[in-house]
């Protein structure tokens, strides 16, 4: 690893992770001080919801209405789309660009002109996307905590907590190593950001259309967001192993595919 | 005077890399390439390049655009791989031991796009910590006085020749033994580019080498003791520039008010004579320039051009 390009990279890419950071933190308070105003109102909310289709309320994340009473479960339900789909979205954008940006920037032949190996780049440039994703799952993780804590009307189960947000941080993390080993297949410099992002959504859109019928939800395998547990109010709610296995695993597989391919890769600016 | 642990670390580093290199370029050339080849799919990149630069050479490397320099440099610095043959530099080779020869070379990429949102000092400076050396600020302060380079003002606000000032001197910060440079002068005026030739001559004399790549005739004959030509991707003359020089042609083109005074006209050394209309006559003149002119002088002319013809026109001329 290289410390002059660590640093670098984290100035170059502060900015927009201040952004996410402030954003998605933003929408999780925002979201959580709604609580309040729905537990006061919860018989006429749960009155209505009975009205909606299931399909609907799964559409939305919503596998059951009583979750919704529940301080940690109404978060869990919201943290989904903003910390999970938001941040994956976040993870993928970066790590699509890290290593692409010097070749469509037109400053890889500054970089790689430098006395450093191609493995000292590609592991410092994974650093910092590493360390950029925990910053983000971090601060907001911790805007999520300071909120459940205030509108709390009696106490929900930290270790709970704590399970949802390494989940969060283990699909980010899955995302990242997913755009790094997309990035590396690139043959001519060009931005791959929006397909990126689009990836992200079809993944989530593949996920919550599983959860609408029973027919489709073969499909929902194919989505990370499937392996993620939101039950947070269930008593059997922890890491899985499998769960665990599935994202290290498939995270470690990307990244050392991406590894091997950026050694030999040819660059062109 | 207190010596510090670290002014100790440092001089001792400076000793072991000057002897390295010493070392390594005493029993090999600068630049050895062999075979070396590239194909993009089935677009033909270079083929079966065969180069050796010697030690405290300004060897000049030209071709036309799409002949295979810019290649040849990125396979040199590891930018790009070969499909086969070998390089290497300094005696190392280049894809083995890519990270040892680049604390000794520098490079002048010919797209001078750096990271624009930088200031110039701030990115020279990020340059500069990549090297084992400590941060050498009067290296710093005498180049951008060299080339009257504002350090304050952000890359993205500069002109074109700024931006290949920045880029010129980014590869001198570190002292290179070898500094490889792509179309060097696109963007400098002819001010700077006198002062970047002079300031190559003046690191020349200090030892450095230079390979010196560029589709300019005129700056490679003024910089280069020898020279290489590259055409569809293959060497296709390696010659001392003296000799380049003596072979040296003008492209004439003449316009006769009377076009019995061009049928008339007739000169040892003319070659490829096109005649254009009646009194235009157009040819490759290898000789005298005087003999030239008296040659015209009886006759009465409308125009004279002589210029220098362009690499494709002595292509032509050579190597048909």
């Given at each position: 690893?290289?410390l002059?390009l660590f640093?670098?990279?984290?100035?170059?890419?502060a900015?927009?992770?201040i952004?996410?950071?402030?954003?998605?933190s933003?929408?999780?308070?925002f979201?959580?001080?709604?609580?309040?105003?729905?537990l006061?109102?919860?018989?006429?909310?749960?009155?209505m919801?009975?009205?909606?289709?299931?399909?609907?309320l799964?559409?939305?994340?919503?596998?059951?209405?009583?979750?919704?009473?529940?301080?940690?479960?109404?978060?869990?339900?919201?943290?989904?789309?903003?910390?999970?789909v938001?941040?994956?979205?976040?993870?993928?954008?970066?790590?699509?660009?890290?290593?692409l940006?010097?070749?469509?920037?037109?400053?890889?032949?500054?970089?790689?002109?430098?006395?450093?190996?191609?493995?000292?780049?590609?592991?410092?440039?994974?650093?910092?996307?590493?360390?950029?994703i925990?910053?983000?799952?971090?601060?907001?993780?911790?805007?999520?905590?300071?909120?459940?804590?205030?509108?709390?009307?009696?106490?929900?189960?930290?270790?709970a907590?704590?399970?949802?947000s390494?989940?969060?941080?283990?699909l980010?993390?899955?995302f990242?190593?997913?755009?790094?080993?997309?990035?590396?297949?690139?043959?001519?410099?060009?931005?791959?950001t929006?397909?990126?992002?689009?990836?992200?959504?079809?993944?989530?859109?593949?996920?919550?259309?599983?959860?609408?019928?029973?027919?489709?939800?073969q499909i929902?395998?194919?989505s990370?967001?499937?392996?993620?547990?939101?039950?947070?109010?269930?008593?059997?709610?922890?890491?899985?192993?499998?769960?665990?296995?599935y994202?290290?695993?498939?995270?470690?597989?990307?990244?050392?595919?991406?590894?091997?391919?950026?050694?030999?890769?040819?660059?062109?600016t | 005077?207190i010596?510090?642990?670290?002014d100790?670390?440092?001089?001792?580093?400076?000793?072991?890399?000057?002897k390295?290199i010493?070392?390594?370029?005493?029993?090999h050339?600068?630049?050895?390439?062999s075979?070396l080849?590239?194909?993009?799919?089935?677009t033909?990149?270079?083929?079966?390049?065969?180069?050796?630069?010697?030690?405290?050479?300004?060897?000049?490397?030209?071709?036309?655009?799409?002949?295979?320099?810019?290649?040849t440099?990125?396979?040199?610095?590891?930018?790009?791989?070969?499909?086969?043959g070998?390089?290497?530099?300094?005696?190392m080779?280049?894809?083995?031991?890519?990270?040892?020869?680049?604390?000794?070379?520098?490079?002048?990429?010919?797209?001078?796009?750096?990271?624009?949102?930088?200031?110039?000092?701030?990115?020279?400076?990020?340059?500069?910590?990549?090297?084992?050396?400590?941060?050498?600020?009067?290296?710093?302060?005498?180049?951008?006085?060299?080339?009257?380079?504002?350090?304050d003002?952000k890359?993205?606000e500069?002109?074109?020749?700024?931006?290949?000032?920045v880029?010129i001197i980014?590869?001198?910060?570190?002292?290179?033994?070898?500094?490889i440079?792509?179309?060097?002068?696109?963007?400098?005026?002819?001010?700077m580019?006198?002062?970047?030739?002079?300031?190559?001559?003046?690191?020349?004399?200090?030892?450095?080498?230079?390979?010196f790549?560029?589709?300019?005739?005129?700056?490679?004959?003024?910089?280069?003791?020898r020279?290489?030509?590259?055409?569809?991707?293959?060497?296709?003359?390696?010659?001392?520039?003296?000799?380049?020089?003596?072979?040296?042609?003008?492209?004439?083109?003449?316009?006769?008010?009377?076009?019995?005074?061009?049928?008339?006209?007739?000169?040892?050394?003319?070659?490829?004579?096109?005649?254009?209309?009646?009194?235009?006559?157009?040819?490759m003149?290898?000789?005298?320039?005087?003999?030239?002119?008296?040659?015209?002088?009886?006759?009465?002319?409308t125009d004279?051009?002589?210029?220098?013809?362009?690499?494709e026109?002595?292509?032509?001329?050579?190597?048909?």
């Open positions: 690893m290289n002059n640093s670098k990279e984290m100035r170059s890419n900015f927009s992770m952004l996410w950071m402030v954003i998605i933003f929408l999780v308070a979201t959580m001080s709604v609580f309040p105003t729905f006061e109102n919860q018989s006429k909310v749960m009155g919801m009975s009205l909606v289709p299931k399909g609907a799964q559409f939305k994340g919503i596998s059951d209405v009583a979750d919704l009473a529940s301080a940690l479960g109404f978060y869990a339900i919201n943290n989904v789309i903003y910390m999970m938001l941040g994956s979205v976040f993870s993928i954008v970066l790590s699509c660009n890290i290593l940006k010097e070749e469509y920037g037109k400053t890889a032949e500054y970089l790689l002109t430098r006395p450093l190996t191609r493995n000292n780049i590609f592991f410092t440039k994974l650093a910092v996307v590493i360390l950029c925990f910053l983000l799952n971090l601060v907001t993780a911790l805007a999520g905590f300071i909120s459940l804590k205030i509108v709390q009307k009696e106490a929900f189960p930290v270790s907590f704590l399970v949802l390494v989940y969060t941080f283990l980010n993390l899955l990242a190593a997913l755009g790094l080993f997309m990035s590396t297949l690139v043959k001519r410099p060009r931005p791959i929006t397909f990126g992002i689009a990836l992200v959504l079809v993944f989530y859109f593949l996920f919550t259309i599983s959860k609408i019928t029973e027919n489709a939800s929902g395998y194919l990370p967001f499937k392996y993620v547990r939101t039950d947070v109010l269930n008593k059997s709610y922890g890491l899985g192993s499998w769960h665990l296995l994202f290290s695993g498939l995270s470690l597989v990307l990244i050392t595919i991406a590894y091997r391919l950026y050694r030999r890769k040819d660059i062109y | 005077m010596i510090t642990k670290l100790f670390y440092w001089v001792y580093s400076k000793y072991i890399h000057n390295a010493k070392f390594n370029c005493m029993s050339p600068v630049i050895d390439i075979h080849t590239k194909y993009y799919g089935k033909r990149g270079i083929e079966n390049v065969d180069l050796q630069v010697h030690e405290g050479e300004i060897f000049g490397f030209i071709g036309p655009n799409g002949a295979g320099k810019s290649t440099i990125r396979l040199l610095l590891n930018l790009i791989f070969p499909g086969s070998s390089a290497r530099i300094m005696g080779d280049v894809i083995r031991e890519t990270k040892k020869i680049k604390n000794f070379v520098g490079y002048v990429p010919s797209d001078a796009n750096a990271y624009s949102s930088m200031k110039v000092g701030y990115f020279l400076r990020y340059c500069m910590r990549f090297y084992d050396f400590k941060q050498d600020e009067e290296r710093l302060t005498e180049l951008s006085e060299w080339f009257e380079l504002d350090l003002r890359i993205t500069l002109s074109m020749g700024n931006r290949k000032k880029s980014q590869s001198l910060l570190h002292r290179p033994k070898l500094l440079v792509d179309e060097p002068t696109t963007g400098l005026d002819p001010l580019q006198s002062q970047f030739f002079e300031l190559l001559r003046s690191e020349n004399r200090k030892g450095m080498s230079v390979f790549s560029s589709h300019i005739l005129s700056e490679v004959q003024l910089l280069c003791k020279v290489a030509i590259i055409k569809d991707g293959k060497i296709v003359q390696l010659e001392d520039i003296e000799t380049l020089r003596k072979k040296q042609l003008k492209k004439v083109h003449i316009e006769f008010s009377n076009p019995e005074d061009k049928a008339n006209f007739s000169i040892p050394g003319a070659e490829n004579m096109i005649p254009r209309m009646d009194n235009i006559l157009s040819f003149y290898s000789g005298d320039i005087s003999e030239l002119i008296s040659r015209i002088a009886p006759g009465k002319i004279l051009t002589i210029e220098e013809p362009s690499l026109e002595i292509f032509m001329h050579y190597y048909q």
